[in-house]
């Protein structure tokens, strides 16, 4: 079974600074997606950043960007020059690919803006 | 294009009662997800539908159930409710294209309450 592990249950940055948050993986699966959503207090989960496994190159998204290491199965986003309306709860989350559409999340980051 | 809505926003219930959520796709989905997001944790996927048919399920016992409408929209119905279904329920909508990649678009959630 896949499961997503997100072992900073806070982060805070100082805005215009840059943030790590970090997620791990387990899976036997070589091809699949990962994903970066973000939930603010409206609770709408919004994407933020895909990868596909299959490629190596770290997607980028504007400010974010991704740090996919497969071996180690590994999946960090990283936020540059935060804003407050960066502040809400992060969650990364899995897919398989191809099968079923149902996304495997972690149990979040909350991250806070310091202005 | 009209996004993803959730009706109601809020729900109050108490154990043993029954629910019924509610669930409208975006304009062009055929296929609507839905997952429960339990306090402090992320979203656990309940149960997917595709083209009024169930299309995967996750985790979850029977009382726990769906349907999809022709026109895409969405129902989910829990029976016999427990304390521990208090959550936030979230749906989520997309296109089924076969293998071809398909984002889901979530709506903002009903949060549920059992006393």
């Known amino acids: 079974a896949q499961t997503v592990t997100q072992s900073q249950p806070e982060m805070s940055v100082q805005e215009a600074e840059t943030v790590t948050l970090s997620c791990t993986y387990d899976?036997?699966?070589?091809?699949?997606?990962l994903f970066w959503y973000k939930q603010p207090p409206s609770r709408q989960m919004i994407l933020v950043i895909r990868q596909e496994a299959y490629k190596q190159q770290n997607a980028t998204e504007n400010r974010f960007s991704v740090n996919f290491q497969k071996a180690a199965k590994s999946f960090s986003l990283k936020i540059s020059d935060s804003q407050l309306g960066d502040a809400a709860m992060y969650f990364c989350a899995y897919r398989s690919r191809p099968g079923a559409n149902n996304l495997f999340f972690g149990t979040g980051t909350r991250l806070t803006v310091i202005p | 294009e009209t996004g993803v809505t959730q009706s109601p926003t809020h729900l109050i219930k108490t154990r043993g009662q029954q629910v019924t959520l509610r669930c409208s796709s975006q304009s062009g989905h055929n296929t609507v997800s839905w997952y429960q997001q339990a306090l402090g944790q992320g979203p656990q996927f309940i149960f997917q539908?595709?083209?009024?048919?169930?299309?995967g399920r996750g985790n979850f016992p029977p009382r726990f159930s769906g349907l999809q409408f022709p026109n895409y929209s969405s129902e989910l119905n829990v029976n016999a409710l427990e304390l521990d279904d208090s959550a936030l329920y979230l749906c989520a909508s997309s296109e089924n294209r076969g293998s071809v990649y398909n984002e889901q678009f979530f709506g903002p959630g009903t949060r549920l309450t059992v006393l």
């Open positions: 899976t036997s699966e070589s091809d699949y997606y």
């Open positions: 539908y595709y083209r009024e048919e169930e299309n």
